[in-house]
C-alpha cells in the first residue's frame, strides 16, 4: 500500500505543480504570477510532507516552515511592489 | 508505513493514505481553479485550499505515522503559523490587485469598496487606507 500512496500522491502533486508553472508562465499579470508561485510553494511544502510522512522521520518540518514564511514575505512584498506602481500601467 | 499491518496499524495506515491522497487533491484543486478561473480574485479564492486544509492534512498525516504524542504540538505550532500568514498575505495581493485594477469589475454582483476609496481618493476625510 505504501508504494500505491506515493505513486498517487506523486502523479497529483506533479500534475498540481505542472498547473501551477502554466500558470506563472502565461498568467497575464504580475499578480497572476505571484499568486501562483504561491501556490507551487504550497505543493512543494505538500511533497515534502509526504516524504515524512511516509518515510518517518521529522527532517523537512524546519523546511515546510521556512517554506511558509518565504511564500508569506514573497507575496507581501510583490503585493506592496505592485501598489506602488499604481495608475503606470493597468493591464489585467 | 508499517508492513504487513494489522488491527490498530491497519486503521492508521489507511487513514493516513487517505488524508495524503486528500490533501494532494486540494493542491491539484488549486492548479486546475489557477487555470480555469477568469480573474485574479476568484483565483485567489482556489489557491488558498493546499495553503490550509492541504497543509493540515499532510501535517495529520505525519502525526499518524510518527506514533508519538510531542511530535502534535509542533505540528501545530507549524498549522497555527501558516493560518496566520495566509489571510495577511492574501489580504495584500487581493488590496493591490483591487487598486491596480486587476480583474473583470463588471463581474462583481457588489462593490463596496470602490465608494470608500473614491472618498478617500478626494481626501475629502481620511478614509481607512485599504
Redesign the interface.
Same mark, same amino acid.
Given at each position: 500500500?505504501?508504494e500505491?500512496?506515493l505513486v498517487?500522491?506523486a502523479v #497529483?502533486?506533479s =500534475?498540481?505543480? /505542472?498547473?501551477?508553472i502554466? +500558470?506563472i508562465a502565461i498568467g497575464p499579470?504580475l499578480?497572476?504570477r505571484? =499568486?501562483?508561485s504561491?501556490?507551487l510553494l504550497? #505543493?512543494l511544502?505538500?511533497a515534502l510532507?509526504?516524504d515524512? /510522512?511516509?518515510n +518517518?522521520h521529522?527532517n523537512n =518540518?524546519m523546511l =515546510?516552515?521556512a517554506i511558509?514564511?518565504i511564500?508569506?514575505i514573497g507575496?507581501?512584498t510583490? @503585493?506592496?511592489f505592485? @501598489?506602488d506602481?499604481?495608475g503606470e500601467s493597468?493591464d489585467? | 508505513?508499517t508492513?504487513d499491518a494489522t488491527g490498530l496499524d491497519m486503521v492508521i495506515?489507511?487513514t493516513? *493514505?487517505v488524508f !495524503?491522497?486528500v490533501?494532494?487533491?486540494?493542491?491539484?484543486g488549486? *492548479?486546475?481553479g489557477? !487555470?480555469r478561473f477568469p480573474? !485574479?480574485m476568484s483565483?485567489?479564492h482556489a489557491?488558498t485550499k493546499?495553503?490550509v486544509l492541504?497543509?493540515f492534512l499532510? !501535517?495529520a498525516?505525519?502525526g499518524?505515522?510518527?506514533r508519538t504524542w510531542w511530535?502534535w504540538p509542533?505540528?501545530v505550532v507549524?498549522w497555527i503559523?501558516?493560518l496566520l500568514?495566509?489571510p495577511?498575505?492574501?489580504h495584500?495581493?487581493g488590496?493591490? *490587485?483591487y487598486?491596480?485594477?486587476?480583474?473583470?469589475r463588471e463581474k462583481l454582483t457588489k462593490d463596496e469598496l470602490e465608494a470608500v476609496v473614491q472618498r478617500a481618493a478626494a481626501g475629502q476625510e481620511p478614509g481607512p487606507d485599504r
Amino acid at each position: 500500500m505504501k508504494e500505491a500512496v506515493l505513486v498517487v500522491t506523486a502523479v #497529483i502533486l506533479s =500534475l498540481a505543480a /505542472a498547473g501551477a508553472i502554466v +500558470r506563472i508562465a502565461i498568467g497575464p499579470s504580475l499578480l497572476d504570477r505571484v =499568486l501562483a508561485s504561491d501556490v507551487l510553494l504550497a #505543493i512543494l511544502g505538500a511533497a515534502l510532507a509526504v516524504d515524512m /510522512a511516509m518515510n +518517518r522521520h521529522l527532517n523537512n =518540518l524546519m523546511l =515546510l516552515v521556512a517554506i511558509a514564511v518565504i511564500g508569506f514575505i514573497g507575496s507581501v512584498t510583490f @503585493a506592496r511592489f505592485v @501598489a506602488d506602481r499604481r495608475g503606470e500601467s493597468n493591464d489585467s | 508505513m508499517t508492513p504487513d499491518a494489522t488491527g490498530l496499524d491497519m486503521v492508521i495506515d489507511v487513514t493516513t *493514505a487517505v488524508f !495524503l491522497v486528500v490533501g494532494a487533491l486540494m493542491s491539484l484543486g488549486a *492548479a486546475v481553479g489557477l !487555470l480555469r478561473f477568469p480573474d !485574479l480574485m476568484s483565483r485567489m479564492h482556489a489557491a488558498t485550499k493546499p495553503q490550509v486544509l492541504g497543509l493540515f492534512l499532510m !501535517l495529520a498525516a505525519i502525526g499518524l505515522q510518527m506514533r508519538t504524542w510531542w511530535v502534535w504540538p509542533i505540528l501545530v505550532v507549524a498549522w497555527i503559523f501558516q493560518l496566520l500568514t495566509a489571510p495577511v498575505s492574501a489580504h495584500m495581493v487581493g488590496r493591490s *490587485a483591487y487598486r491596480t485594477k486587476h480583474g473583470h469589475r463588471e463581474k462583481l454582483t457588489k462593490d463596496e469598496l470602490e465608494a470608500v476609496v473614491q472618498r478617500a481618493a478626494a481626501g475629502q476625510e481620511p478614509g481607512p487606507d485599504r
